[in-house]
């Protein structure tokens, strides 16, 4: 079984735990290596998003940022901590970033320049958001959108997943079927933007992760079944993650994923940490200006 995580929360960001804290359950489960990926959030009008005064009200908003230095204060200290941390160890602590993607030139630039200043080891791109005409919409509001816009929402929200994979700057996707989390995309008819996904993934060389989380909501991770056996026809690489919130969620349902994966056709799972592979780890090595 997979052991490692490099999807995870911590407590500064919206996590329930301290770095040190979701270490020593890392080494109650065997782990040799652990990746801390807080929330990189960062857009202009953000904070007038819908979903921001539920931020406020839930003692979230500190992940959301309207520039990127904000963004950046945020990272320092935390970074710092697990450089300390990293004396401290046997385990292996990988500096991450779970990043909402923006295709736009100003957001690719700021990215550019936080990414000089935090230098993270590996970056996870993430879509909890879909731009449309100049509001911010979260799988809440798509939810809660009519049927018209909801429909186009949805094709956006794929087009983005696919701008995130072209970029190039990420190791691997997040979550890719979030949508189904308040049970839209799930019908027959996107199957066709999954497959285009999917393909577009392979092409640019990105990975997926089967994502445990969504096991609170049903009976199955992010991603679905039928994604699994595009993912196992394609050969993208794919990788198990908690998404774990609190050290209590970590490797939580990884042995359900993987037999589940296995059951679809994904016979082996990416393992960065494997010496006989030199799989491309680093940030950035395909990264090409949108
Ligand atoms: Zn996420
Ligand atoms: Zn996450």
């Known amino acids: 079984m997979q052991k490692f995580s490099l999807h995870t929360h911590t407590i500064g960001f919206d996590g329930r735990n301290t770095e040190k804290e979701m270490l020593v359950k890392a080494k109650e489960l065997g782990w040799t290596h652990i990746g801390f990926s807080n929330h990189f959030i960062v857009h202009p009008t953000i904070k007038n998003a819908p979903m921001y005064k539920y931020a406020l009200k839930g003692g979230y908003h500190g992940i959301y940022s309207s520039t990127f230095d904000e963004a950046v204060e945020r990272f320092l200290p935390h970074y710092q901590k697990i450089d300390k941390l990293r004396q401290e160890t046997d385990i292996k602590i990988l500096k991450g970033m779970e990043v909402d993607f923006f295709a736009s030139s100003e957001w690719y630039d700021g990215f550019s320049k936080a990414l000089e200043i935090l230098k993270p080891d590996y970056l996870i791109g993430s879509a909890h958001f879909v731009e449309h005409n100049g509001i911010l919409y979260n ?57 285009k996904t999917i393909e577009t993934i392979q092409k640019y060389g990105a990975k997926v992760e089967l994502n445990t989380s969504y096991f609170k909501f049903g009976n199955e991770p992010y991603v679905s079944p039928r994604m699994m056996k595009m993912l196992a026809i394609t050969d993208v690489p794919v990788l198990i993650s908690d998404d774990a919130h609190a050290a209590a969620q970590l490797g939580k349902y990884f042995q359900q994923t993987e037999d589940m994966a296995k059951d679809n056709g994904i016979i082996t799972l990416w393992n960065p940490f494997k010496k006989q592979i030199k799989q491309p780890f680093l940030i950035a090595q395909n990264r090409r200006i949108l």
Do not use: C
């Open 139 to 195: 799988s809440h509001d798509v939810k809660a959108a009519s049927p018209i816009e909801q429909r186009q929402l949805l094709h956006r929200y794929w087009q983005n997943e696919r701008a995130a994979a072209q970029s190039g700057l990420f190791t691997f996707l997040a979550h890719l079927d979030l949508m189904k989390k308040v049970g839209l995309g799930q019908g027959d008819e996107w199957i066709e933007e999954e497959q």
